[in-house]
């Protein structure tokens, strides 16, 4: 998969389906609250994907509606959802002993940025006047044996957010492996370690990412 | 020795006095339990540390102690909300303490407070300012940061049956943090939706055993 497409970016409909199409069948996943959750959209039953929310439950179906709406019942964003046959439930302590302890596949996560060596920044902004908030952002970007991150890689100023170094608040040191993107996909410390493997890439050829981005990249 | 059965919810927390450390279960809405909170909020006690996921939403519950200023340590993971106005409010004031702790710390420290650990080392928070100044350790190639237990007076949990040992049964992701709570506090308040004798539930289902609960009421959902 080292793909050019140079006319064509990819919206989050794109990039959610483009992530599903990459989970291996039979995976347990996370998918973080925002643009990740879009990502469940796209699993097909085929797939045999088993979603995890770390309240405490695998298993985890749809969004509920009306009368399926049970307060019991929510996801890590609270909002009302519902089980599948197989699921299961547990307490919290256990549902972060199995992230942390390396038992699921993916975690699918939202950046503020992303380093070339994989650090992640998801958490603060660190603006001197927010009221910090951090949930189970800093154990989800460790915890999964991959740890993928769905961001735009340009904002609307043109700053990359694939970063030789973070400016932000640090989440999580060296964790992240693979960057999706608008523009394209990545791999992180796949060639060497700090390196960057473009797989493919989406209204925008090799050669202008390379130029707009302040880390060393490699085609796939 | 088998919980004392209260008669309300007032009854069940008349012994929290002013300082102590609560516990309290839920996430988000699930699982919280709103009488006892709001029994603690008539009783007056005040100058309290609470531990829980988050720092109260809306009008109700929790976010109720934090607007009476009862409150002058919170110990979260996730206080910002849409709708955590009075937690908001009181921050910007001063008036309250923040011990913002990563979700699995959180639920970590308190297991093992109830298990007897002394303190851990967890991969969670390493090289971030929520570790900053803390022991922490290269263990295998891997670093690790030491936290320590979360002990407490007093936790507020509820579950969804209880038998009259104390026995619980929890309700879908309602559980989150009420086991652990149950067994990190010296005293466990817990708020059920109904109360049956012993025998009546199937000990296979049993998630918190009685032994970790003192006090029970039931509170008709």
Redesign the interface.
């Known amino acids: 998969m080292s793909a050019q497409d140079t006319q064509n970016t990819l919206g989050p409909n794109e990039m959610a389906a483009l992530v599903a199409s990459h989970i291996a069948p039979g995976s347990y996943v996370n998918l973080g609250i925002g643009r990740p959750t879009k990502v469940s959209d796209h699993l097909t039953a085929e797939q045999g994907i088993t979603l995890h929310?770390?309240?405490?439950?695998l298993g985890m179906g749809p969004a509920a509606h009306g009368d399926d709406v049970?307060?019991?019942?929510?996801?890590a964003g609270?909002i009302p959802v519902t089980?599948l046959p197989g699921a299961s439930?547990?307490?919290?302590?256990d549902?972060?002993?199995m992230?942390?302890g390396g038992h699921l596949d993916v975690c699918v996560l939202g950046a503020f940025q992303v380093s070339a060596t994989g650090d992640l920044a998801n958490w603060s902004t660190g603006a001197p006047d927010?009221?910090?908030?951090?949930?189970?952002?800093?154990?989800l970007a460790?915890?999964a044996k991959a740890t993928w991150v769905m961001m735009q890689l340009f904002s609307k100023d043109g700053a990359a957010k694939l970063v030789p170094q973070l400016s932000y608040?640090?989440?999580?040191?060296g964790c992240v492996t693979r960057v999706y993107t608008e523009v394209a996909v990545f791999g992180l410390n796949e060639a060497e370690p700090g390196v960057v493997t473009v797989h493919s890439t989406h209204g925008i050829g090799f050669d202008e990412l390379a130029e707009r981005l302040d880390v060393p990249l490699v085609q796939a | 020795m088998a919980p004392r059965i209260a008669t309300d919810p007032a009854d069940a927390v008349a012994g929290i006095a002013d300082g102590s450390t609560v516990l309290i279960g839920g996430f988000g809405n699930a699982g919280q339990p709103m009488e006892l909170i709001d029994a603690l909020l008539t009783s007056g006690a005040t100058d309290l540390t609470v531990v829980n996921n988050n720092a109260g939403q809306a009008d109700e519950g929790l976010a109720l102690l934090i607007k009476e200023r009862r409150v002058s340590k919170i110990i979260c993971s996730f206080p910002r909300q849409s709708d955590s106005w009075h937690f908001d409010a009181a921050y910007r004031a001063g008036e309250i303490e923040l011990e913002l702790v990563p979700q699995g710390n959180l639920a970590e420290r308190l297991r093992a407070a109830g298990a007897g650990i002394g303190a851990f080392y967890t991969p969670t928070g390493y090289g971030t300012e929520l570790a900053a100044g803390k022991e922490t350790r290269n263990i295998d190639g891997k670093d690790y940061v030491l936290e320590y237990p979360l002990h407490a007076d007093v936790a507020l949990i509820k579950a969804h049956t209880a038998d009259t040992l104390g026995n619980l049964v929890y309700r879908k992701t309602a559980r989150n943090f009420g086991p652990v709570m149950a067994a990190a506090a010296a005293q466990t308040i817990v708020q059920v939706d109904s109360v049956v004798a012993v025998g009546g539930l199937d000990p296979e289902a049993v998630v918190t055993p009685g032994l970790y609960v003192n006090t029970l009421v039931e509170v008709a959902a």
Do not use: Q, W
Request: aromatic share 8%; proline share 8%; hydrophobic share 40%.
């Open positions: 929310t770390e309240n405490g439950m049970d307060p019991d019942l929510i996801n609270k089980e439930y547990f307490h919290h302590a549902s972060f002993a992230m942390r927010a009221i910090p908030a951090v949930g189970g952002a800093m154990d460790i915890g608040p640090v989440t999580g040191l």
